[in-house]
């Protein structure tokens, strides 16, 4: 039975993790089931916005524990090919070239946390989200999501979450700037909905564009980051989408 689930209605695809009865815990299935939705939808021209959730009542609750036990009994190479699949997933999700919503009604703990985390915009249940990085609990750490932990809410923060591995609930994390969104827990799932559907309103090459250029300008000087946005912001003029957008500004006025 297929961990992942993908429904598509008009503009926007809805990726839902189906394994409810395991809190949505990553096992290696659900790491190339997700990579493999993620990579469906990129290529569907159709596809403006992407939805990812949990069933049930959590979003992701970290590793699986049958998948735990697995990795501490692999070599040095197998986990290597197998962390380098987690990092992939992250980077697919980062990457893609539609934006991603994370619609988190439960726990998004360590995994499950991560995966929030590299989605460009996190809505979440004011009652039952919680946020937590738990790994160095168990003598793990959170290497892959750190990458991108460290872009999203800074130093300060990003230490305290994984030193002390305590949860954090959607008020504390949409103050830190962990997740962006925080609403009522029966509101969830239609705001999030409304929001996917006016974003795919949007130019999906301005988009595009416009997630490659947040990406890449982390990490890069003031001079350098100009040239980039100069080169950019030469590049978007020439689009068809730039051009149809501008003439019917004009014909309205």
Known sequence: MSTVQTTI???????????????????????????????????????????????????????????????????????????????????????????VIAMVQGPAIAGGCGLATVCDIVVASRQHAVFGYSEVKIGFIPAIVMVYLLRKIGDTQSRKLILTAKNIDATEAQRIGLITDVVEHDQLESYTNAMANDIAQNSSTSIALSKRMLNALHGMSVDSGLQYAAAMNALVRQTQDCKDGIQNFLSKK
């Open 9 to 99: 209605s008009g503009p926007v695809a809805t990726i839902t993790m189906m394994r409810a009865d395991k809190r949505n815990a990553l096992n290696e299935e659900m790491v190339s089931e997700l990579s493999a939705a993620f990579a469906n939808v990129e290529s569907n021209s159709s596809v403006k916005v992407v939805v990812l959730r949990g069933d049930g009542k959590a979003f992701c609750a970290g590793a699986d524990l049958e998948y735990l036990q697995t990795i501490s009994q692999n070599s040095a190479e197998e986990n290597l090919e197998d962390s380098t699949r987690l990092m992939l997933l992250m980077k697919g999700i980062s990457e893609c070239s539609k934006p």
